[in-house]
């Protein structure tokens, strides 16, 4: 039976069933507390991308950079499956000065050549990727792969800064801590989280639900703290194993040269680009954006760590320990649309 992400190559059915398919393979992507803040609405072969504002993090985000970094990782996947469907993607960025939550008109246009094969395999990252949430193996990630990542980043029009000094990496893991100090002293952002972070029982298709998380985050040197989805009622995966030598990763800063919505748009698109060539290679990545949502530490971390570029994500990346995470979406009809 054919899934979703096993499209052979060259396959192109009906622009219809693509661009459904497509869709469906956007909303894989990761989304900020799985806010999952995107809408798409199809017209014959235009996909146009909207961010939902209902979906914002009106604490941590009030400009919207983390839902537009969101929306521009479906915006990559809705690309690269595209392709993987035998349609070529023409993105038209942020097409109306007067609708800023248009982010993108992407036409699907018929293309002669069969997608070949490292499309297929680049499109079948999107159902093996997950968020990591805790240690890594003590295995090392060639140089290669990191050189391969890199690229990826670049491509999208933003850079992967990598904190190769000790003392940069320990820098940013007490920033991190620092800034979930402030967050969950502050009542409103404690109920944000509250929002996105439902009970075991719930119906709900979106959020950080119990599955993904662990109940007990191993101790990396240096430590990045994680984020208390559960806050205090011990939900959470219990850990198989011990994992007392768990490893914090390769850290990384994802990095823009600007720090406009378009910025943002193709930081999320870098974001999905690297991670999708992370999990062809079996590795992971834990993100700890908790500095860069408090503004000042943000300005910290951009002049002391990325030479002035504006830090997008904060990622630790490796081989991951443990497994068995899981995640949720709302179906496609909830964010798919048929225009007139
Ligand atoms: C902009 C952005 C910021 C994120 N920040 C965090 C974070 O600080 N901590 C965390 O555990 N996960 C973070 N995530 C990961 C999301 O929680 C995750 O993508 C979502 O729960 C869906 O799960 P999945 O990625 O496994 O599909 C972030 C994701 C994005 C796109």
């Excluded at 018929?110 to 490292?118: F, S, T, V």
């Excluded at 007392?244 to 823009?256: F, H, Q, S």
């Amino acid at each position: 039976m054919q899934t979703r992400s096993e499209v052979p190559a060259g396959a192109a059915g009906t622009v219809r069933d693509a661009v459904r398919g497509a869709v469906e393979d956007a909303i894989q992507a990761p989304s900020v507390h799985n806010t999952q803040p995107w809408l798409f609405g199809v017209r014959g072969s235009r996909i146009s991308l909207r961010a939902d504002p209902e979906r914002r993090l009106d604490v941590a985000d009030p400009q919207g950079r983390e839902m537009l970094i969101s929306c521009g990782a479906a915006l990559y996947n809705l690309r690269l499956s595209l392709r993987a469907r035998g349609f070529e993607p023409v993105v038209r960025p942020l097409p109306d000065p007067d609708r800023p939550h248009l982010l993108a008109d992407v036409y699907a246009e018929p293309d002669p050549e069969q997608a070949d094969a490292d499309t297929s395999r680049d499109h079948a990252q999107i159902a093996r990727r997950r968020s990591h949430r805790g240690g890594f193996r003590d295995v090392p990630v060639p140089d290669g792969v990191l050189n391969a990542l890199r690229h990826e980043a670049e491509r999208e029009g933003a850079r992967l800064v990598q904190a190769v000094d000790a003392h940069v990496k320990g820098a940013l893991a007490a920033l991190t801590d620092a800034a979930e100090h402030v967050q969950r002293r502050v009542p409103s952002y404690a109920a944000e989280i509250a929002r996105w972070a439902p009970s075991p029982r719930t119906a709900r298709r979106d959020g950080v639900q119990q599955g993904s998380y662990p109940a007990r985050t191993p101790r990396t040197e240096p430590n990045f703290a994680a984020r208390d989805f559960a806050r205090g009622h011990g939900w959470g995966v219990e850990p198989a194993g011990d994992h007392g030598d768990a490893l914090a990763g390769i850290v990384v800063l994802l990095v823009t040269a600007e720090d406009t919505p378009g910025a943002w748009l193709r930081a999320g698109q870098a974001l999905e680009r690297v991670l999708l060539r992370a999990a062809e290679h079996d590795l992971a990545a834990a993100y700890h954006t908790q500095a860069l949502q408090v503004p000042e530490l943000r300005a910290f971390i951009r002049h002391h760590f990325c030479g002035d570029a504006h830090p997008q994500m904060l990622l630790r990346i490796g081989v991951p320990e443990g497994g068995d995470l899981t995640t949720v979406r709302r179906p496609v009809e909830d964010v798919l649309s048929e225009e007139t």
